[in-house]
């Protein structure tokens, strides 16, 4: 369960982040907005007393002629704002005026104002100033906003350390609150399991009490068809129970596992050696490319059911007179198996669910290929306990699974949490 803890503080990690990041860029957004909704009034305002800041007084009596449309304006602006004009006459500058700023000088003014000019937009940013550009009195009005956007900034700053560290102190409690979080449902697993467990060998008395009647009755009377469906079905149920103790055993809480160097290309030769009459018997072209020499770090009981259940998997569903390939070699930091048999591709979308247990892609095969659908979800399981990948890849003319093996598990006992 020590994936899921993970999980769910990787889940509370991410969404707080997102939300604290959310909240942080709306409120960047609704200041800036806000500012640059300010700043068109106030160079509104400009534009209209002539480039020049009025007086509380005038501004009443403009406001009250409805010569403004936003309501920033107090007494102290004419004190506050900084900011410069530039009177343009057709393309000529007519005037400057920078007496209400120290930072900009006549011909920086007039450069700044070309570049607005040429933006063809009426108001706009320009750096740390808000510019308006008026093409019927020719002005352009240039407003000091650097001290509302460094405060705007150090606000965001400030709130950013503060999301960074409220997001660490939420993923710490939650890397502690998680282990109670987990607690019912490895109880429950544990539970499951240890059902799975008792009930598997509860029932396998019955069946070999039953399996014993059936040859004692085929000795005695002659086998006929119902002795053998008796013996079937007892073989068939027989080898559930044992797959799913194999799953069982594999899925434990925590399961320790000897890693040893194994030759892997040995495990693949002589595994895929018991099929050869089952795919002689269907008429099967079968194509190894097996890397020799191929060491890996792994179990080596487990590897070899892994691949018995991947070539298994293909002797059952390969189309009479098809084909199987079967491919070994390291690539990389891994190394990968490939086991591909010819079949009819059905939807792609149905792959996915391969390795679950019970899964089947076609319900109606499953009498005639016998089986559990439990041997991919083994093959999974193996597979993850040797830090690897295993996927199905359908292609135009059958189905490919693929194995990555990590090259670089370490040898000795070591324990896997689930």
Not at 142 to 147: A, G, I, K
Not at 182 to 202: C, G, L, M, Y
Request: with cysteine.
């Amino acid at each position: 369960m020590k994936k899921l803890r993970v999980k769910i503080v990787i889940a509370v990690l991410i969404s707080a982040t997102f939300v604290f990041a959310l909240a942080i860029l709306l409120t960047g957004t609704t200041l800036r907005i806000r500012l640059n909704n300010r700043s068109d009034s106030m160079t509104e305002l400009l534009e209209a007393n002539k480039g020049q800041m009025p007086p509380k007084s005038n501004f009443e009596r403009m406001e009250k002629n409805n010569q403004i449309r936003l309501y920033y304006y107090d007494e102290e602006s004419p004190y506050r704002e900084r900011y410069f004009t530039v009177i343009y006459e057709g393309d000529k500058v007519k005037s400057v005026n920078v007496t209400h700023i120290a930072a900009v000088d006549e011909e920086s003014a007039v450069k700044m104002a070309d570049d607005a000019r040429n933006r063809k937009t009426e108001t706009g940013n320009y750096y740390d100033y808000r510019f308006r550009v008026s093409e019927d009195t020719g002005y352009v009005i240039f407003l000091d906003t650097s001290e509302s956007l460094h405060t705007i900034n150090s606000l965001l700053l400030t709130m950013s350390l503060v999301c960074l560290v409220f997001i660490v102190l939420i993923t710490v409690v939650f890397h502690f609150v998680a282990k109670r979080v987990v607690r019912p449902f490895e109880e429950n697993a544990r539970t499951q399991k240890q059902f799975i467990t008792d009930a598997s060998h509860e029932l396998k008395t019955p069946l070999a009490i039953i399996s014993a009647n059936a040859e004692v009755l085929a000795y005695k009377d002659g086998e006929n068809e119902w002795i053998r469906n008796i013996t079937d079905q007892t073989a068939r149920i027989s080898g559930l129970i044992n797959e799913l103790l194999t799953l069982n055993r594999l899925e434990e809480i925590e399961i320790n596992v000897d890693i040893a160097s194994v030759d892997f290309s040995e495990i693949v030769n002589k595994t895929a050696d018991e099929f050869d009459e089952v795919f002689v018997g269907k008429g099967v072209a079968v194509q190894r490319e097996i890397e020799p020499g191929v060491q890996l770090n792994g179990n080596k009981e487990q590897l070899t059911r892994l691949v018995s259940v991947l070539v298994e998997n293909a002797s059952k569903y390969v189309d009479d007179n098809g084909r199987v390939s079967l491919t070994l070699k390291k690539e990389m930091r891994y190394t990968v198996m490939r086991v591909f048999n010819t079949c009819e591709v059905g939807n792609p979308e149905d792959y996915k669910y391969l390795f679950d247990r019970f899964y089947r892609p076609d319900a109606s095969r499953t009498s005639k290929t016998g089986g559990h659908g439990i041997g991919l979800s083994i093959a999974k399981r193996i597979v993850t306990l040797h830090n690897g990948t295993i996927e199905a890849q359908p292609e135009e003319d059958g189905l490919c699974f693929i194995v990555k093996l990590s090259n670089k598990l370490k040898q000795g006992k070591i324990k896997r949490d689930k």
